[in-house]
């Protein structure tokens, strides 16, 4: 029943993409560019990488650094990066959006669904980061339309070349055709290594982003994207609540929780993901192999990345340490 129901929305997903796409063209004369294919360039690439076209995706933005990473789910479940995109233009300073009218582009972890692309964008193609999410709402920041989008020109967005959003929109496309019912984009002030916490440490932000590190952290480690809730309005990244109250405001004191680290185990029905705990049989197996699971699921082996590297080391330290029992 469950494959008939998963086979259903990806017929509905594929036919809205299809007449959005049908009734563009018959208006413009031609192809739509949010029906333009993925560069035969990235999809060799994507090929190359052991990746397919139809895989989910996860999105990083790194205001900072002016960078946008798309990842892509590989078959074992571990998403390997796919490429790095120059953002054209974002607008305000390190920190997240406020209210309407500051122009700020937002910060958090944010999810975008098929209803978010905008195949009509004022700014040539565009999707809706969602904001204000939980969180912003909880501190009632206001605002709306917040968009990673092309034009390169920004108010309060993430704006890329008209030719890299007909890229990133139809890797997108083609993950939600795939069946990817939404993705993640964790939107960061900057790259959340220990030089730039500390070079940021006193400002204003910083408790917030201490926060946002641990899910960056999460996802480095694992090339698995982290398990978002929201309490006591802050974020909690893979946490599993003890408690039988599975919804909870963003305002409301948080549940008995664990952290856990997500491991992949091969199923009949292919990869599937489990919680691992400490204390649990496997639990240091599952540590110590973490920094060699990320280095492969990368382009390339960097310092960040490197198996058995003096970082990698004290990541893996530091996360069997942060697992705790709240409450």
């Not at 190359?48 to 999105?59: E, M, T």
């Not at 204003?204 to 978002?228: C, H, N, Q």
């Not at 292919?270 to 919680?275: D, E, F, H, R």
């Not at 496997?282 to 970082?311: E, G, K």
């Amino acid at each position: 029943m469950g494959q008939y129901i998963n086979m259903l929305q990806r017929i509905f997903t594929f036919s809205s993409f299809a007449i959005t796409a049908l009734l563009l063209a018959a208006c413009g004369g031609g192809i739509s560019p949010a029906n333009f294919p993925i560069p035969q360039e990235t999809q060799d690439l994507i090929k190359a990488k052991g990746l397919k076209n139809s895989s989910p995706i996860f999105v990083r933005i790194f205001k900072k650094e002016s960078e946008l990473e798309v990842w892509k789910r590989r078959d074992d479940g571990r998403y390997a990066l796919l490429k790095t995109y120059s953002i054209c233009k974002w607008s305000g300073g390190l920190g997240p959006k406020l209210k309407q009218g500051d122009k700020q582009a937002p910060e958090g972890f944010y999810t975008v669904s098929a209803r978010q692309m905008n195949p009509k964008s004022s700014y040539h193609l565009s999707f809706n980061l969602g904001y204000p999410n939980k969180l912003d709402k909880s501190y009632r920041r206001t605002g709306d339309f917040l968009m990673v989008h092309g034009d390169c020109r920004s108010a309060g967005c993430y704006a890329m070349t008209d030719v890299l959003i007909e890229e990133i929109y139809a890797l997108a496309r083609e993950a939600f055709v795939g069946g990817q019912s939404k993705f993640q984009v964790h939107a960061m002030p900057f790259r959340m290594t220990k030089r730039n916490m500390k070079k940021y440490a006193k400002g204003r932000w910083s408790k917030f982003w201490v926060d946002l590190k641990r899910g960056y952290d999460a996802f480095e480690m694992t090339a698995i994207p982290p398990k978002i809730d929201v309490c006591e309005r802050r974020y909690l990244v893979n946490a599993a609540f003890s408690s039988k109250k599975t919804r909870f405001g963003a305002k409301e004191i948080c549940p008995p929780y664990r952290t856990f680290v997500p491991e992949i185990v091969e199923t009949a029905r292919g990869p599937k993901i489990i919680q691992a705990f400490a204390g649990t049989p496997d639990y240091d197996r599952i540590i110590s192999n973490l920094a060699a699971h990320t280095s492969r699921a990368t382009s390339a082996p960097t310092s960040r990345h490197a198996v058995n590297s003096p970082l990698a080391t004290r990541q893996s330290i530091a996360l069997r340490n942060s697992i705790r029992v709240s409450r």
